[in-house]
């Protein structure tokens, strides 16, 4: 039953475009009782796959900012690391907490960029060029520490916060 529930999971996840890790751990925990800590192992090993296809995708029709994103990259994998450390260190109900509120926090998020376009076009100020030099490394750097973080210690890819980040501070269109 695990087996084919994360099958159409994967199904439905890659037809709507999400990464799904918030989705996968709580079918995990909430479904079948697995312990979050290997609901967030398993999150987390299933986004790389769904990552580097969709990387791979994008690659090909010319749509990634390769040096913002291994910038931003080459922070995220330390702050996965820091991330991951202290996810192993927390007990079991304050990290359902957090992942929990990770979940939601992202989910609020996808609903203002889907629903609210308008309102967040009119608070948010979006850059008009890509930003590069010294100040793409100042910001990127601690940008991937933070959204690598919350990936590695929530298990959640962070998304709906790279998305906002990349269009805000580094003037990558959504597209």
């Known amino acids: 039953m695990l087996f084919v529930s994360m099958i159409l999971l994967g199904a439905v996840i ?32 299933s ?33 996965a690391l820091l991330g991951a450390a202290v996810s192993n260190r927390m007990p079991s109900d304050d990290l359902s ?13 996808l609903y203002v960029k889907l629903y609210q ?11 008009k060029t890509i930003l590069t030099g010294r100040k793409l ?3 990127g750097i601690p940008t991937g520490i933070v959204s690598g973080f919350l990936a590695g210690a929530f298990g959640i890819g962070a ?6 980040a990349l269009m ?3 003037g990558v269109p959504l597209l």
């Open 14 to 45: 890659g037809f709507v475009g999400a990464g799904g890790a918030g989705v996968t751990i709580t079918l995990l925990t909430v479904g079948f009782g697995v312990p979050i800590h290997t609901a967030l192992a398993v999150a987390l090993a």
């Open 97 to 109: 907490l957090m992942t929990g509120l990770m979940v939601l926090s992202s989910a609020l998020i």
């Open 159 to 164: 998304a709906a916060y790279i998305q906002i």
């Open 137 to 139: 490394y100042l910001y």
């Open 117 to 127: 376009a308008d309102w967040l076009n009119h608070h948010l100020h979006v850059r």
């Open 168 to 170: 805000v501070i580094f």
């Open 47 to 79: 986004m790389t796959f769904t990552m580097i296809s969709g990387a791979v995708s994008h690659f090909r029709e010319h749509e990634v900012v390769v040096k913002v994103g291994a910038v931003i990259g080459a922070g995220g994998i330390i702050g």
